[in-house]
């Protein structure tokens, strides 16, 4: 019998009125062209919901919801790293940790201000992972040649 992980969040999206249209295709044409099926730790097309073309579903800012849930069978964390990151007895946690390496390379082709990520485990306490685009980021995305975020904070809250 398995173990159940809850992962699900938001991204929260730019509306910088000067390359709106942009911003928009670009990040509803990268969630649209992600695999309907894939590898484990899945990361799928039917997982995002992005909000219909400005205005509707968004008043300043357009947000992509995202959720997931998956088989989770690893033991507790040893001990937390210095980012708050668990450290796990198993070092390819696929599940938790590989689904969040996949989650930032996406992160790395959308244009966002923030974006939280929350999950649950029966294994720990839940947490919420917040990423913040950086001013020097968001300053490539608002720019005449916009870039998508490639540089964040991150920090690690563990929910009660």
Not at 82 to 100: K, N, Q
Request: with cysteine.
């Amino acid at each position: 019998m398995g173990h159940e992980v809850i992962i699900y969040g938001v991204i929260e999206s730019v509306m910088h009125f000067n390359n709106l249209l942009v911003q928009q295709e670009n990040n509803r044409s990268v969630l649209g062209n992600l695999p309907a099926t894939d590898e484990w730790p899945w990361l799928t097309r039917s997982m995002f919901t992005v909000p219909e073309s400005y205005p509707r579903g968004i008043y300043h800012t357009p947000v992509i919801h995202f959720g997931l849930s998956m088989k989770d069978d690893a033991p507790a964390p040893l001990a937390s790293t210095v980012d708050g990151r668990p450290e796990w007895p198993m070092r390819d946690r696929e599940c938790v940790d590989g689904w969040i390496a996949r989650f930032e390379a996406l992160l790395r082709k959308l244009y966002w201000i923030g974006a939280n990520v929350h999950i649950s485990t029966e294994f720990e306490t839940p947490r919420v992972l917040y990423y913040t685009a950086t001013t020097a980021a968001i300053n490539k995305m608002i720019a005449d040649d916009p870039q998508p975020i490639q540089e964040w904070d991150f920090r690690i809250a563990f929910v009660p």
